[in-house]
């Protein structure tokens, strides 16, 4: 072999890794420059452990990457330690066939991915070919293992993923994304099975699958990258690093539980975070954004957590959840934010989100359409998605008393694709005596005057009530829970962000940076 035959891919100009498109936003690409930042961390971590030793000179440690796409945090694992070994195993041919075969493994989540894979670590689709650089490997699949297994049906949905077997109960031709990693109990059995021996891996690393199709409503769908997370740690590696969505951080559908191990996990001891996934994933839209972690077996204590917005980065050494908070706060600067606020409300906190209705306030979907175009008598004015009509008294379900009183109108959901400037809400208006809303809104109150949802609007229209919400708010749901951390106020009079800054004492820091996040809001605009 020669060194020109070595990685020739890699040093390619351009990679011919950043060149391939996203199948879908379910399974993306890592970017190679990403995947070298989280080797990058990775190394520095375990520098910081081993006396300053160099991982990539280490003959021993071995590499999984349990959800291989592209190949790249293999291959760019590879290229690296066949450069550190250099002097422990000089010749070229021996040190990349010791490599391949003893030190970095992977499995494949599909066909498809599984052969561009070995085609980027092996320089061959089969890891036994003729133009193979692994000379010892001696099957197709080398170390780089795949096969299209069924999921495990509970009834329409899989034990272990959540699948659905409407979409997912396919033939043998189809890939069944029935993901090898995520489903088994024993994670070190199954990696004896696919690798014919008992592996003990000093590093894990990915990108692993983000969700899969449950067959609800639409396009309805369940995530799964948290179990390719819990089923790393199950192997107990001494390193663990992938990048995944930041929709974990407030919690959600099938997250609740992930996000309560993984912020009660003193072992997680880096976070980047990236609001505006472009920003890590160029071209790749993902609502909450992204963000890759380091866990470390034998860390215990805060995180160096980094946030990216616009091309600049603030890091803080924190815990993972603050004294007294249920949830991650997502940007450093907001620590002292909420610290004052909390100091200023002391024992008397009382939280916004218990003034705000849950989804469905009067019991009407988004699709409920038996209203009546004309008024009637008796009859209740109806306010939907685009649409206005009038229903009856008897329609109403839930909440008929909120009908005769004045109230607030919000939007469920509000979505921005940016990274700042939000105005994390739609625009509250007023809702009058008499009238009723399916739930594409949520209902702010009631109250006892027009006067006091008019003052509600007014705090709700301030960058510091906005800036609150935004914390809590990864997707563009906007469910009681996000108002959380924003506490209630006297709605006997207006508020004005100058009001607010003053009785929570913000500093000029502090202003600038919520004034920086959150555009205004003014009455004009309802």
Known sequence: MTEQASFTLRNRNPDVLTCIANLSNDEVFTPPELANKMLDMLADAWAKDHKGENIWENKDVKFLDPCTKSGVFLREITARLTQGLEKKIPELEKRVDHILSKQVYGIGITRLTSLLARRSVYCSKSADGEHSIAKSLKSKDGNIWYENLSHSWDGERCQYCGASKSIFNRDDNKDR??????????????????????????????????????????????????????????????????????????????????????????????????????????????????????????????????????????????????????????????????????????????????????????????????????????????????????????????????????????????????????WVLGKPFLGEPGTCCSETYLVIGPTNSKKESTNIMSYMRTRFFRFLVLLNKPTQHATSKVYSFVPIQDFKTEWTDEILFGKYKLNSAEISFIEKMIRPMTSSEE
């Open 177 to 422: 994304h029935a993901y090898a990693f995520i489903h088994a109990n024993n994670p070190l059995k199954l990696v004896k099975e696919i690798f014919g021996a008992e592996m003990e891996f000093d590093v894990i690393v990915g990108n692993p699958p983000y969700q899969l199709s449950d067959g609800g409503a639409k396009a309805s769908a369940s995530p799964i990258y948290q179990n390719f997370v819990t089923q790393a740690k199950n192997l107990n590696p001494r390193y663990m690093s992938m990048i995944i969505p930041s929709r974990w951080f407030s919690g959600g559908k099938g997250l609740d539980e992930f996000r309560n191990e993984m912020l009660n996990d003193s072992r997680l001891s880096t976070l980047h975070d990236f609001p505006n996934s472009t920003d890590c994933f160029p071209g790749v839209d993902l609502s909450g954004g992204v963000c890759y972690f380091l866990w470390s077996r034998d860390h215990s204590g805060n995180c160096a957590i980094t946030t990216y917005i616009e091309g600049k980065s603030t890091t803080s050494i924190r815990p993972l959840l603050e004294k007294g908070v249920e949830s991650f706060i997502r940007y450093n600067e907001a620590v002292s934010i909420l610290e004052k606020i909390r100091k200023q409300e002391g024992k008397n906190f009382q939280s916004f989100s218990e003034i705000v209705s849950s989804r469905k306030p009067f019991g009407f979907t988004t699709d409920f359409n038996d209203f009546k175009i004309k008024e009637f008598k008796d009859s209740i004015k109806f306010l939907g998605y685009n649409k206005i009509g009038y229903v009856s008294e008897s329609q109403i379900s839930q909440n008929k008393s909120w009908v005769r009183r004045y109230k607030v109108y919000v939007s469920m959901a509000y979505g921005e694709r940016i990274s700042s400037s939000y």
